[in-house]
């Protein structure tokens, strides 16, 4: 039997995620939006393009959630979006009402799914759908690190004009302008990068991997990035229902690991079908833990405003 995968939200995020997890073929998909026969619309729309490109997914959808239940995986992708000159914490309320409402139907109708927040700000957002949900650690996560790091992956390989897929790296923390893209862990085929471009200008790189979701905004000025995004929630739920036991930077509920206790930070973890199957601990340097620090600091600000601890 297929497996089912539920994306609430159907705007530009949500929307490619079904898009894309629809074409690997591996899924029936339910598309769930509060707007009326716009997911019902997309989603015949994505299912229209099977025959042309050859996958068989079901794909629905629907403005409640009796079609989503016992899904396996659900992503959730329900909120407002940024608009230039906002930051992502400017959406914590409204979010936070949202994401709440959504992850109680979710908890409800498909009580053994593994829950992918990617509503902004995204690591209180996945703090908030753990809280609701009452699931196990293992069976909540949010979608940020894979992103930070193709972004910051990006700039490396087009700096040193080489394939994007020799440069691994890894960007830790929270999803906002405190992320910790970890240098001393980036390589291109295999050597470290700081040994390939100059300090000055890999600051300016990582600056800029830190900033990616803004200069997007800033281009687009009606909305936030979405084909980037929605390639990372698809990697991580092929991880999930392929059983990959990949390692992936996502954002995990911590209870003292890197010296976090009792919130969801960006942190390198293995996927598998039982969600996050272990948190991977590195060492880190002193200023690297100390921006982690700073970074999981915000996000407790974040979860003290929710007031949800
Ligand atoms: N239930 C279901 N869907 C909802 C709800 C709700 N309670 N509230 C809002 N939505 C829907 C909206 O109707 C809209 O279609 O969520 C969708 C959001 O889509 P966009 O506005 O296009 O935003 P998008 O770019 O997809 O971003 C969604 O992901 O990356 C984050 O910061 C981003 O928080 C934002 C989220």
């Known amino acids: 039997m297929k497996s089912k995968i539920t994306v609430v939200g159907a705007g530009n995020v949500g929307a490619s995620v079904a898009q894309r997890l629809a074409e690997r073929g591996y899924a029936d998909i339910v598309l769930v939006d509060i707007v009326e026969g716009m997911p019902q619309g997309k989603a015949l729309d994505i299912l229209e393009s099977g025959p042309v490109l050859g996958f068989d997914s079901n794909v629905t959808g629907s403005n409640t959630y009796e079609a989503t239940a016992n ?52 690591d209180a957002m996945a703090q908030m759908a753990y809280h609701v949900s009452k699931f196990p650690k293992n069976r909540v996560m949010g979608m940020a690190g894979v992103l930070d790091t193709a972004r910051f992956r990006t700039f490396i390989a087009q700096e040193l004009k080489v394939s994007v897929d020799d440069v691994q790296a890894y960007v830790l923390g929270g999803h906002g302008d405190t992320m910790v893209p970890l240098v001393r862990y980036t390589t291109v085929g295999g050597i470290p990068v700081s040994d390939l471009i100059a300090k000055e200008r890999l600051d300016k790189i990582v600056q800029r991997a830190r900033d990616g979701g803004a200069e ?40 003292g690991e890197y010296g976090v206790k009792g919130a969801f930070v960006g942190v390198p973890v293995k996927l598998g079908k039982n969600g996050i199957e272990e948190i991977i601990k590195i060492k880190l340097m002193p200023d690297e833990q100390a921006a982690l620090d700073k970074s999981a600091k915000s996000v407790e600000e974040l979860i003290g405003v929710m007031n949800i601890r």
């Open 71 to 122: 899904s396996d995986v659900v992503v959730i992708t329900a909120g407002i979006a940024r608009k230039p000159g906002m930051s992502r914490d400017d959406l914590l309320l409204t979010n936070q009402k949202i994401v709440g409402g959504v992850t109680q139907e979710i908890a409800k109708h498909s009580p053994n799914a593994i829950i992918i927040v990617v509503s902004n700000p995204l």
């Open 216 to 255: 997007i905004v800033a281009l687009l000025k009606t909305g936030s990035a979405y084909y980037a995004p929605s390639a990372a929630v698809a990697q991580m739920v092929d991880a999930i229902i392929l059983d990959q036991k990949r390692i992936l930077p996502c954002s995990a509920y911590l209870e």
